[in-house]
């Protein structure tokens, strides 16, 4: 397969919503296998359809990376394509990133729990129901769909070495 080039913030296109997908083509497999390889290039946790130029709604994602490294989960690959989110329920504040959004961590509120219905890369619909961190993945994927990044959600933004330097010592403080 193929990287692909991540667009950034300030790139026109991420900030315009997406449309359906009308048929699960060859290409549209081949793409999201791209962006599986490109998302993980990057360590990444997801990749959105637009992040790399499409305008269609399915993105990629690994909602378990941060699961303990014996859980079987944690190197799932979710294809999600016309995604859904169908219940929200819930509220907690999530630390995120994003690859079109490179040197900068931002606070958001997200749910805490949602289901989504999406198509899979065979065309069946699949219903997932997610919380945590998992929630968290899947929305920020979802929110790029819409046309929005999580820095327009952020209710504070630093850059990394600024986020780092909170983690340090948030950290001395527990011990």
């Known amino acids: 397969m193929a990287i692909r080039n991540i667009l950034t913030r300030g790139e026109e296109i991420l900030n315009k919503k997406c449309k359906p997908v009308k048929e699960i083509t060859p290409h549209i497999k081949e793409v999201m296998a791209d962006m599986v390889d490109t998302m ?3 360590d990444g946790v997801g990749l959105a359809a637009p992040q ?3 305008m269609k709604r399915f993105f990629v994602a690994m909602p378990f990376a941060d699961m303990e490294e014996d859980d079987e989960r944690r190197d799932l690959v979710l294809y999600m394509i016309n995604p859904e989110i169908t219940r929200r329920e819930g509220s907690q504040e999530s630390n995120e ?3 079109s959004v490179p040197g900068y ?3 958001v509120e997200r749910p805490e729990k949602i289901h989504i219905k999406a198509l899979d890369l065979d065309g069946n619909e ?7 961190f998992a929630a968290t993945v899947c929305c920020h994927e979802y929110d ?5 990044l999580y820095s327009e959600r952020a ?3 630093m850059t990394n070495e600024e986020y780092t ?4 010592a948030e950290n001395e403080e527990e011990n």
């Open 126 to 132: 699949r219903e997932y129901d997610f919380e945590g």
């Open 165 to 168: 330097r909170r983690q340090e």
């Open 52 to 54: 790399i130029g499409i």
């Open 155 to 157: 209710k504070e933004m």
């Open 40 to 42: 993980n290039n990057a």
């Open 105 to 107: 961590m931002g606070v």
């Open 144 to 148: 790029h769909l819409e046309g929005v």
């Open 97 to 99: 990133g994003c690859l």
